[in-house]
């Protein structure tokens, strides 16, 4: 009556516990993950990696916190009281004099800052002063690298994920309802993706003030739609399922079918996109800084750094290292976005 | 005896590693009828495909001596190690194979005249004219009727046991010598299995060629083959004649095999005082199902198919009612209007009230009744553990229920199908994909069991299941019967589970009720000439 237990084996894994043990043994991907999260950590501490103001001073005995407090000129008997400028020589001088020292980021520029004394003119070479050289107006390119990716990134990661929330509901909704819902839904997301993202765009940043969270706004309007139809065919075919039968003759309201029983079966091609997902919001922000219809003036973004190196072609530094930057980043994403489809495919073998 | 056609040594087939035919010895006479048996993963199907070496991504050891036509000095050529382009001519012309599935085995895109065309032209050279002339004749052999027609029609224009049928048709194209058929009636009606079945054996006789049949089926094997072989996980652990092998069964397996047949193990109806209320009872019960209307009219409005029409029933508490019909004929329709997922007219009450709108309603008879789906591999969620699985029902029904209690409720659940931490550890935390098919109809039961309901709609509960699986799985669902007093609405379409399970019987054709009433009136006295097909068959 009772079989064997001997045909059952024993460890036992969840599905998406065997996605990832599949995915970690993919080296390729696994390793771009990690050198990824390293990137991502690193940047998200930029402000101690690459700053103009020393992390901390000694000054006539005292211990000072340029990072967290501004101190004027006058702290370090300077003539003015405006905020200390820690890249002045008069500063500098004062602060190694006597006893005084200062402890200075990796790279002492900030994202913003002009380096007044640079020996060369703007934009300058490789040197040791500026690793990567500085921009047309004298900002230090390594800092804006560093910025820059931040804000990419930051961005790409928040336009991915309300993007896919916005997705997996309205694909749900429309999936699950099925019938006269689908087809509004269907008909509404033909004629919303038929508008002129650019256009609006442009008509946007005309009149209101641009900034991060606007361009956030208006990008989320228009990224939802690609992943919707996914999960739309997920859960249509899904639906249809036994196991829904199932929980609906078990008397299972429909909002926990959808959320227990459907969303976790359907999530592959959302996983699936994630990483593509990304690399296409960094994309974009980049294009539409490229444009100059992106963020704010003086914000460090890679793609105003393309446009500078397209304006300044001789200045071989800046754009083969912003274009050095992104095809890394993007590739790290792609490598990942391989590595996870694979994870997933249910055809191949399990090795 | 003369010199066999094919002889079959030490044959091993390994996929990455994994042995599933672990050195297997047989071999066939021209025009010899083997039947290969065996449950699903005994490496049955896997044999005859590598023969033809047409698995892919396995390993294959052993010999395989086949008498090729016309082959060099008649001399046999061992398949296993024949260069591919050797292969090729064997393929096809001596040895052809027909597959359980004809709907995945023809090409949707080619006309079933041009696919056995086709065939004519590559193996025996024929002209494009001669060749449609030969199919023709081919499907007329086969029985299908207006076989020019025919031949001029997509896979998908066809029925089927038409399709069955095209199949050998293009697999006897070239008199094989040998013929592999996979499960050919497993995907087709009872009724035409037999149909099939015959003209297997006819073209048999008429072309003297061998037939190796693979299939779980016993009764095919009884009314079909010569000889039997039985496989148990890539081992032949027994073969010889039919009549021996089933008069007297040597292994253990072959006698486990023959000794499946479901037993009958119910609380009879008998003289026992008529039960108070049904627990189910339809009046006049209708499903339709919109379809497409064509041309500007179908912009308007929808056409409807009639799947269920006129069915009135009632089951009375710890009795079962069987539903028999063959594909398309409703029954699975009307069991989901019976669980309320589909909307019908007519009168439809459980546990004393009706189907409504209201939501509170339903939950108060969805308590009551409850469904085992055919497929325990769709009919469980892949990424619910067991726990959650089977608590599912109390969190809707008794949501107030505490964490211990409804564990241990959910453990007694389990136990009450067999399942115990002691054979699985850490059976809740498990996932559905770890189990066997037969394990998970189990999980499937405890799943509705937790609630107590009163009804449970059986769609086809075991024909996904191996037969000695099978017959656990109705001892299990009788035990709980005789136990509990549950009620059955169980659909198949087994004669051999309705024999061993219902009370009462009702047959259902094209939507509608040819025959009901009490299972031994139904079963030996069939009155309509389609029940009494049915009862033929089996």
């Known amino acids: 009556m009772i079989t064997s237990p001997a045909s059952v084996p024993a460890p036992s894994i969840s599905p998406s516990k065997r996605a990832w043990q599949r995915f970690r043994r993919n080296r390729l991907g696994y390793g771009s993950l990690l050198i990824f999260c390293l990137l991502v950590v690193l940047s998200l501490f930029a402000e101690v990696l690459s700053n103009d103001k020393p992390l901390v001073v000694s000054y006539q005995g005292q211990l000072y916190f340029p990072l967290a407090k501004d101190y004027s000129e006058k702290t370090f008997n300077g003539d003015f009281d405006t905020p200390a400028d820690y890249l002045d020589p008069f500063i500098q001088s004062k602060l190694t004099q006597d006893g005084n020292w200062a402890v200075y980021p990796p790279n002492p520029y900030g994202p913003r800052t002009i380096n007044y004394f640079a020996k060369a003119p703007n934009p300058s070479a490789p040197s040791g002063d500026n690793l990567f050289g500085t921009d047309d107006r004298g900002r230090d390119l390594l800092a804006q690298l560093i910025y820059g990716f931040r804000l990419s990134v930051l961005f790409g990661l928040a336009l991915t994920v309300i993007g896919v929330l916005m997705g997996v509901v309205a694909g749900a909704i429309q999936g699950y309802a099925g019938g006269k819902t689908d087809l509004v839904g269907q008909r509404f997301i033909e004629i919303w993706g038929s508008m002129p993202e650019l256009y609006l765009l442009i008509i946007f940043s005309a009149v209101f003030a641009p900034s991060v969270a606007l361009l956030l706004l208006l990008l989320s309007l228009f990224g939802w739609m690609g992943l919707s139809d996914y999960v739309r065919a997920e859960f249509l075919r899904n639906r249809q399922m036994d196991y829904v039968r199932a929980a609906k003759a078990l008397g299972v309201s429909n909002l926990q079918i959808m959320w227990r029983h459907i969303l976790p079966n359907s999530l592959t091609p959302v996983v699936t996109f994630l990483p593509f997902r990304m690399s296409a919001a960094i994309l974009a922000l980049t294009s539409l800084d490229f444009l100059g219809l992106g963020v704010p003036p003086g914000t460090p973004s890679l793609g105003e750094l393309l446009s500078q190196g397209k304006a300044n072609i001789d200045a071989w530094w800046i754009s083969l290292s912003t274009f050095a930057v992104l095809v890394i980043t993007l590739l790290l994403l792609t490598f990942m976005g391989d590595a996870l489809r694979d994870a997933l495919d249910p055809r191949k073998a399990d090795r | ?538």
């Not at chain 2, 007519?346 to 709108?357: D, I, N, P, T």
């Open chain 2, 1 to 538: 005896m003369s010199r066999p056609l094919l002889e079959v040594k030490d044959l091993r087939v390994s996929f990455a590693g994994k042995e599933v035919v672990r050195g297997i010895d047989f071999s066939m006479a021209p025009g010899e009828k083997l039947a290969l048996v065996g449950e699903s993963g005994s490496g049955k199907t896997v044999t005859a495909l590598s023969l033809l070496r047409l698995v892919q991504d396995a390993s294959i050891s052993g010999q395989a001596f086949f008498e090729a036509r016309g082959g060099s000095a008649g001399e046999p050529a061992d398949l296993l190690s024949l260069p591919e382009r050797a292969l090729r001519g064997i393929r096809g012309r001596d040895i052809a194979m027909i597959f359980q599935e004809p709907m995945t085995a023809l090409n949707p895109l080619f006309t079933v005249g041009d696919q056995i065309a086709e065939v004519l032209q590559l193996k025996e050279g024929l002209a494009q004219s001669a060749s449609v002339q030969q199919a023709i004749k081919l499907l007329a052999s086969t029985g299908i009727p207006e076989p020019e027609r025919r031949a001029n029609s997509f896979p998908h224009q066809l029925s089927g046991g038409q399709r069955q049928r095209a199949m050998i048709a293009m697999a006897l194209a070239c008199r094989p010598r040998l013929l592999l058929a996979d499960e050919p009636t497993t995907a087709l009606d009872v009724t035409l299995r037999g149909q099939i079945l015959a003209l297997l054996g006819d073209l048999q006789r008429q072309n003297g060629m061998a037939v190796l049949l693979i299939t779980h089926d016993l009764n095919l094997v009884r009314r079909f083959a010569d000889r039997v072989a039985v496989m148990e996980n890539g081992h032949i652990v027994e073969q010889g004649a039919v009549a021996e092998v089933f008069a007297r069964p040597q292994h253990p397996y072959t006698q486990k095999l023959m000794d499946s047949k479901p037993v009958r193990d119910v609380v009879e109806a008998g003289n026992a005082a008529i039960p108070s209320l049904p627990l189910m009872r339809a009046s006049q019960l209708r499903v339709a199902y919109p379809t497409a209307i064509p041309g500007v009219k179908g912009w308007f409005k929808s056409g409807e198919f009639v799947a269920v029409r006129n069915a009135s029933f009632s089951i009375p508490p710890g009795r079962t009612l069987g539903i028999v019909g063959e594909s398309g004929s409703g029954k699975s329709t009307l069991a989901l209007a019976s669980l309320g997922l589909l909307k019908f007219s007519g009168q439809l009450q459980a546990a004393g009230q009706s189907w409504s709108r209201q939501a509170a309603g339903n939950k108060a008879i969805r308590k009551v009744v409850q469904v085992v789906f055919q497929d325990p591999f769709s009919s469980l969620s892949p990424r619910m553990t067991v726990e959650a699985l089977v608590e599912e029902g109390l969190r809707v029904h008794e949501p107030l229920l505490g964490l211990e209690e409804r564990r241990r409720r959910v453990e007694q659940a389990l136990a009450d199908v067999g399942m115990g931490e002691r054979q699985f550890p850490g059976l809740l935390r498990r996932y559905p994909h770890e189990f066997s098919g037969g394990q998970r109809q189990r999980l499937a039961i405890a799943r509705v069991l937790i609630i107590n309901p009163g009804l449970l709609v059986l769609d086809e509960p075991t024909s996904a299941l191996d037969v000695t699986i099978q017959k656990q799985v109705l001892g299990l669902l009788q035990r709980l019967q005789r136990e509990r007093g549950l009620s059955y609405l169980l659909i198949t379409h087994d004669m051999d589970v309705i024999r061993a399970m219902a009370h009462e019987v009702m047959v259902m054709k094209d939507g509608e009720i040819v025959e009901s009433g009490s299972v031994f009136d139904v079963l030996d006295a069939p009155s309509h000439a389609y029940t009494q097909t049915l009862v033929a068959q089996s």
